[in-house]
C-alpha cells in the first residue's frame, strides 16, 4: 500500500514537471504565419529578416509558417496556433469578430509616417490592349464587366475579394457578396486565383476577362506606362526580367477600371498565446530604426532586393494600430 502511494506521488510530479517543461517549451517558440502573397519564394529573404528582428528582441526562438490557403492562416492566428500574422484589413476584423484574441498592433505607414495615409490600392482590372471595351462614352464604366469571366484572389482576401465585391454588390444593386460569387448572376464564371500574383497571372493568360488583386508598392514588377498611379486608367507593364511568376508575362499589361483605397494589413498578435512581455519587446523591436532601414522589410525604391514593404521615404516605417483605427476606416469616418 505504502510502496503504491509513493509509485502515485512519482507519477503525479512526472507529469507536472512534464507539463511545466511542455509549457515552457511552447512559450520558447514564437511561430509567424505570412498570407499567400507573402509567402512565396522572392520573399524568403524578407521573412527570415522579419523573423530575425522578433528573434532579437525576444531572444526566443521564432518560426516561419507560409501558406498557400488564406483559410489556413487566418485559422492558426485564431486559434493560436501562430502567435503573429501579417494579414489583411477586412481580414483582421473578421478574425477579430470571432475572436478577441487577435488584436491588430503595427502596420507600414504611408509617406507622412502617420496612419493618415497608410493606404494601398485594391484593383478590378483588365487586360491592357481591352480597355476600349470596357468605356461608355469615353469613360470605365463598371457595367462593362457583365456577363465576363471574374477572377479573384479567395473569398476572404481584403483587396482581392471583400473590398472590390462590395464596389460591384453596389453597382449591380445586389443583396450581398454571395451573390457576387454565384455564377450567371453578373459574372459568366468566377474563378479564384489563390494569390495576388496568381490572379494577375489568370489575367494575363487571358483565363479571366476581369481580375481584381492590389499590387506591391514594387519597381520590380510593373512600370506605369499610362494614366496616374493608382487611378483608373493607369496602365502597368510587366517588366523584363520580373520575379516569378510574371517572367513568362514581360511585356503583358493591365488597365485599372475600378481603384479603392484599403488600409494597410496590420501585424496582429494572439495576445492569449503571445505574453505581455514578448508583445512589448517585439512592437519595441519592430519600431526601431533597425528594422525600418532593413532593406529587406522596408525597401528603397532604388533598392535591388524586395522587401515586405517599399519605403517610400526616410518617414517610412510601421506605426501602432488598433481594432478602433481600422473600424473607423471601415465606417469611412
Known amino acids: 500500500m505504502k510502496k503504491n502511494f509513493w509509485k502515485i506521488i512519482v507519477i503525479v510530479l512526472m507529469s507536472i514537471i512534464?507539463?511545466?517543461?511542455?509549457?515552457?517549451?511552447?512559450?520558447?517558440?514564437?511561430?509567424?504565419?505570412?498570407?499567400?502573397?507573402?509567402?512565396?519564394?522572392s520573399l524568403k529573404k524578407?521573412?527570415?529578416?522579419?523573423?530575425?528582428?522578433i528573434q532579437k528582441a525576444t531572444g526566443k526562438k521564432v518560426e516561419i509558417v507560409t501558406t498557400t490557403d488564406y483559410n489556413i492562416a487566418l485559422e492558426s492566428i485564431i486559434s493560436g496556433k501562430a502567435q503573429i500574422a501579417y494579414i489583411g484589413a477586412e481580414t483582421y476584423l473578421s478574425a477579430n469578430e470571432r475572436s478577441k484574441d487577435v488584436q491588430a498592433v503595427l502596420t507600414n505607414s504611408g509617406e507622412s509616417g502617420t496612419l493618415k495615409d497608410a493606404l494601398y490600392y485594391s484593383f478590378i482590372a483588365v487586360r491592357g490592349e481591352d480597355a476600349d471595351k470596357y468605356k461608355t462614352d469615353g469613360n470605365y464604366d463598371l457595367k462593362k464587366i457583365n456577363g465576363k469571366v471574374m477572377a479573384f484572389v479567395t473569398n476572404t482576401s481584403t483587396s482581392g475579394f471583400v473590398i472590390p465585391a462590395k464596389a460591384i454588390v453596389k453597382e449591380f444593386g445586389l443583396k450581398d457578396t454571395?451573390?457576387?460569387?454565384?455564377?450567371?448572376?453578373?459574372?459568366?464564371?468566377?474563378?479564384f486565383g489563390s494569390s495576388h500574383p496568381g490572379t494577375q497571372v489568370t489575367l494575363f493568360k487571358g483565363d479571366a476577362d476581369v481580375a481584381t488583386f492590389a499590387i506591391p508598392k514594387a519597381f520590380t514588377i510593373y512600370e506605369l506606362i499610362g494614366g496616374?498611379?493608382?487611378?483608373?486608367g493607369a496602365t502597368y507593364?510587366?517588366?523584363?526580367?520580373a520575379i516569378a511568376p510574371f517572367g513568362d508575362y514581360a511585356g503583358k499589361s493591365f488597365t485599372v477600371i475600378k481603384s479603392i483605397a484599403v488600409p494597410n494589413g496590420p501585424i496582429?498578435?494572439?495576445?492569449?498565446?503571445?505574453?505581455?512581455?514578448?508583445?512589448?519587446?517585439?512592437?519595441?523591436?519592430?519600431?526601431?530604426?533597425?528594422?525600418?532601414?532593413?532593406?529587406?522589410?522596408?525597401?528603397?525604391?532604388?533598392?535591388?532586393?524586395r522587401g515586405l514593404f517599399l519605403k517610400e521615404n526616410p518617414n517610412t516605417g510601421f506605426v501602432e494600430a488598433n481594432t478602433e483605427w481600422y473600424k473607423q476606416i471601415k465606417n469611412g469616418e
Not at 20 to 27: E, L, Y
Open 268 to 305: 496582429v498578435f494572439n495576445v492569449k498565446t503571445l505574453s505581455k512581455e514578448d508583445q512589448e519587446k517585439i512592437k519595441k523591436g519592430l519600431l526601431s530604426k533597425e528594422v525600418t532601414d532593413n532593406p529587406y522589410i522596408f525597401s528603397p525604391k532604388t533598392s535591388k532586393v
Open 18 to 41: 512534464l507539463i511545466s517543461c511542455g509549457k515552457k517549451a511552447k512559450n520558447d517558440v514564437i511561430k509567424i504565419v505570412f498570407l499567400p502573397n507573402e509567402s512565396n519564394e
Open 46 to 53: 524578407s521573412r527570415e529578416e522579419f523573423a530575425a528582428a
Open 228 to 232: 496616374e498611379e493608382n487611378k483608373v
Open 178 to 191: 454571395d451573390e457576387v460569387l454565384q455564377e450567371g448572376k453578373v459574372f459568366s464564371k468566377v474563378i
Open 237 to 241: 507593364k510587366v517588366k523584363q526580367g
